[in-house]
């Protein structure tokens, strides 16, 4: 279990009210989300200053000191992601801490693929030489992660979005055989800051769409310096609504999804 926040916007946005100040801020979450689970062994912040990825992370409780708040307060970009970690595969490290990085790819899950121990076996066999030399930690994300950058890395021509779905369906697949009686949690988010992919299996997703630039109801400030001549579009996604603003809805579960070229939520679902 963990919880995951990202944006992807057409302009630089401020996500600090977000990540640590709302109602249900991300860094809250880590202490209690809203089942009163606590998220306290690690967390990470990934962003794309002037294009190039950028992760910061540590292993302790995103609410314990001003580390996290600082790298929430410091993030200006078009496209980011959160992640707050509840260690169920692999100890507290930063090897095991997300999101998790390939070039300009940036990953990050909450959930669980059960019978890992054997389901990583059956994955290795189809990661990228490349990619299983560069894994580092020992969670079922990050080998998750490879395996879908070496689906993505030999196929490029199948798009982004057939690509996970495909990846997910066989995950699905291999933990079925090995554990057919423990449920599979794969809520995941992949960007290369363009582009954003993800998926809802077993755990709670929600997304709230922005179409205009608005006075933030926890800052009263914008979170945007808007250029004039643009209409302000963005997406978020987050494990829990951050907000208790209404229009946060609910991602549909056993979905693959992505943001589209107008910064809405398209999906379609998973073949379970």
């Not at 409780?61 to 992601?81: I, L, N």
Request: charge should be positive; aromatic fraction near 8%.
């Amino acid at each position: 279990m963990c919880r995951l926040y990202a944006m992807h916007a057409n302009e630089p946005t401020r996500v600090e009210c977000g990540l640590v100040q709302s109602q249900n801020a991300l860094m809250k979450q880590s202490r209690a989300d809203l089942t009163g689970m606590m998220h306290g062994h690690g967390w990470g912040v990934a962003d794309y200053p002037e294009g190039v990825p950028k992760i910061e992370k540590q292993t302790w409780a995103a609410f314990h000191g001003e580390h996290f708040s600082k790298a929430a307060a410091r993030v200006y970009a078009k496209t980011v992601v959160a992640h707050v970690r509840r260690a169920t595969v692999g100890g507290t490290s930063l090897q095991n801490t997300h999101p998790f990085q390939h070039g300009r790819w940036i990953f990050a899950h909450n959930g669980t693929v059960p019978g890992f121990e054997r389901v990583r076996f059956l994955m290795l066999d189809h990661i990228d030489p490349l990619h299983r030399a560069e894994i580092r930690g020992e969670t079922d994300s990050e080998h998750v992660f490879r395996y879908l950058m070496s689906l993505f890395l030999r196929h490029p021509e199948k798009g982004l979005l057939a690509t996970v779905k495909h990846g997910l369906e066989q995950v699905v697949a291999w933990a079925r055989e090995v554990a057919p009686d423990k449920p599979v949690g794969l809520n995941i988010v992949l960007t290369d800051g363009d582009r954003l992919v993800g998926a809802r299996l077993n755990r709670t997703l929600s997304f709230i769409r922005r179409d205009h630039r608005f006075k933030c109801p926890i800052c009263g400030k914008p979170h945007v310096l808007h250029d004039p001549g643009t209409r302000y579009r963005a997406i978020e996604v987050a494990s829990e609504p951050v907000t208790q603003e209404p229009e946060w809805a609910e991602v549909p579960n056993g979905v693959v999804y992505r943001a589209t070229r107008d910064f809405d939520l398209s999906w379609v679902p998973l073949d379970l």
